[in-house]
């Protein structure tokens, strides 16, 4: 079946160093979203790309559409404290109203 | 945003009962749900569609006898876990997405539920 793989599991990083998560899809997405979930909470809603080669900035957080539609990375610099928390990219093949298949997720803690 | 309520956070029972967890959209209507389990330190396994007025969708190897899902109405869906047993205690997690105000597909996560069956 159509999977997302994300990787790493589990990234510890060291206050103000970067941080960046990788999502790929085997098969072409329709777009792509990604959430964060912090400790003990829900995930929230980041941000969705759509369009092949896409790059979205927000703040200290950008995030990139592969030009084939089928990987797609986050990448956040100079971590802060607050930014601890699971990170999951989220998949979908069937345009905006597609059910979304999520990656596993990367961990990230931030050392102060 | 769209708001979605989730009821009970946490919630211990007996093995063998069946416990009802609720999902509610507070400021839209939602003709989907869908319900997520998540086990710690792994993502979240969407386990069912909940459609309104009609029979949620399951995803393959979930017992829909064991997990029941009733979405009444365009603001509600629950999950019921009947008979439950110690390897069923997860966190359960529902979401809407807000169609069509929320024109990205967007999901819209509620707080999560965590079941511990003794």
């Known amino acids: 079946g159509q999977q997302v793989m994300q990787i790493p599991q589990y990234q510890h990083v060291q206050e103000g160093e970067d941080f960046t998560t990788y999502c790929n899809s085997s098969t072409t997405l329709s777009n792509i979203q990604w959430y964060k979930q912090r400790p003990g909470g829900h995930p929230v809603f980041l941000i969705q790309l759509v369009k092949s080669g896409e790059v979205k900035k927000q703040k200290r957080l950008t995030f990139q559409f592969g030009e084939a539609k089928k990987n797609s990375s986050l990448h956040i610099t100079a971590t802060q404290t607050t930014d601890v928390g699971t990170y999951f990219c989220a998949g979908s093949y069937g345009g905006s109203q597609g059910n979304l298949i999520f990656g596993k997720g990367t961990k990230l803690s931030v050392k102060p | 945003g769209a708001v979605v309520s989730q009821h009970p956070s946490r919630v211990i029972c007996k093995s063998g009962t069946s416990v009802k967890i609720e999902c509610r959209s507070l400021?839209?209507?939602?003709?989907?749900m869908f319900w997520y389990r998540q086990f710690p330190k792994q993502s979240l396994m969407l386990m069912a569609t909940s459609n309104e007025g009609s029979k949620a969708t399951y995803e393959q190897g979930v017992e829909k006898d064991k997990f029941l899902i009733n979405h009444a109405s365009l603001t509600l869906s629950t999950l019921t876990v009947t008979s439950a047993h110690p390897e069923d205690s997860s966190f359960y997690i529902c979401?809407?997405?807000?169609?069509?105000?929320?024109?990205?597909?967007?999901?819209?996560f509620g707080e999560g539920s965590r079941l511990t069956v003794l």
């Open positions: 979401s809407a997405r807000d169609f069509p105000r929320g024109a990205t597909g967007e999901l819209f």
């Open positions: 400021d839209f209507q939602a003709t989907t």
